[in-house]
């Protein structure tokens, strides 16, 4: 019996998630684990975004994995995974802007040096960043009252991570990637 409700609701409130729109962000009754806003928060540290963005990559997966396993939207589920992988990617983006804000000090001999730290470093926090989010994640899980409560923080982590503007900002941090990092022009 508790199995059969914990996957009606499951369904329930993967399927509301699922529209990916703001109205599903604003109906969900959960407490979201993404600082509201922090894409555009200019006090947070290269180090503070990146977190978020890792976040934000560890939820979308979690939700992904969730949405495949107790619905038939895997089209949906495999963009909200696309998503997430992009927002590894984000961080660093974040850490290559982050690089930019101070560069100003910088004389040639150092440029090079300090933007192939920034890159690497980058690199490197897209991979711990997230493995860290994903223990949290589950530690979430782990924690939660319930699996109705659990499910509804994790659908409200997932929307605010999917949010247009948050979605718009991603993309920019991508595509300074591609463009900086990988001389990839949009």
């Given at each position: 019996?508790?199995?059969?409700?914990?996957?009606?609701?499951?369904?329930?409130?993967?399927?509301?998630?699922?529209?990916?729109?703001?109205?599903?962000?604003?109906?969900?009754?959960?407490?979201?684990?993404?600082?509201?806003?922090?894409?555009?928060?200019?006090?947070?540290?290269s180090t503070g975004l990146a977190q978020q963005w890792a976040l934000c990559s560890a939820t979308l997966k979690v939700f992904s994995g969730e949405l495949k396993k107790v619905a038939d939207q895997s089209a949906t589920a495999k963009l909200i995974e696309q998503t997430a992988?992009?927002?590894?990617?984000?961080?660093?983006?974040?850490?290559?802007?982050?690089?930019?804000?101070?560069?100003?000090?910088?004389?040639?001999?150092?440029?090079?040096?300090?933007?192939?730290?920034?890159?690497?470093?980058?690199?490197?926090?897209?991979?711990?960043?997230?493995?860290?989010?994903?223990?949290?994640?589950?530690?979430?899980?782990?924690?939660?009252?319930?699996?109705?409560?659990?499910?509804?923080?994790?659908?409200?982590?997932?929307?605010?991570?999917?949010?247009?503007?948050?979605?718009?900002?991603?993309?920019?941090?991508?595509?300074?990637?591609?463009?900086?990092?990988?001389?990839?022009?949009?």
């Amino acid at each position: 019996m508790k199995h059969s409700f914990k996957k009606a609701t499951l369904i329930a409130v993967l399927l509301t998630a699922s529209t990916l729109t703001t109205q599903a962000a604003e109906e969900t009754e959960g407490t979201s684990w993404v600082e509201e806003g922090f894409a555009f928060n200019p006090e947070l540290s290269s180090t503070g975004l990146a977190q978020q963005w890792a976040l934000c990559s560890a939820t979308l997966k979690v939700f992904s994995g969730e949405l495949k396993k107790v619905a038939d939207q895997s089209a949906t589920a495999k963009l909200i995974e696309q998503t997430a992988n992009g927002a590894s990617v984000a961080i660093i983006g974040t850490y290559v802007l982050g690089f930019a804000k101070n560069m100003d000090d910088l004389d040639k001999d150092t440029f090079t040096q300090r933007f192939k730290e920034a890159v690497e470093y980058g690199q490197f926090a897209s991979v711990e960043f997230v493995d860290k989010a994903m223990v949290f994640v589950a530690a979430q899980e782990e924690s939660a009252a319930n699996d109705r409560a659990w499910m509804e923080n994790l659908t409200a982590s997932a929307m605010d991570c999917m949010q247009p503007p948050v979605l718009e900002m991603q993309e920019m941090l991508i595509n300074t990637v591609r463009e900086t990092v990988m001389g990839v022009p949009k």
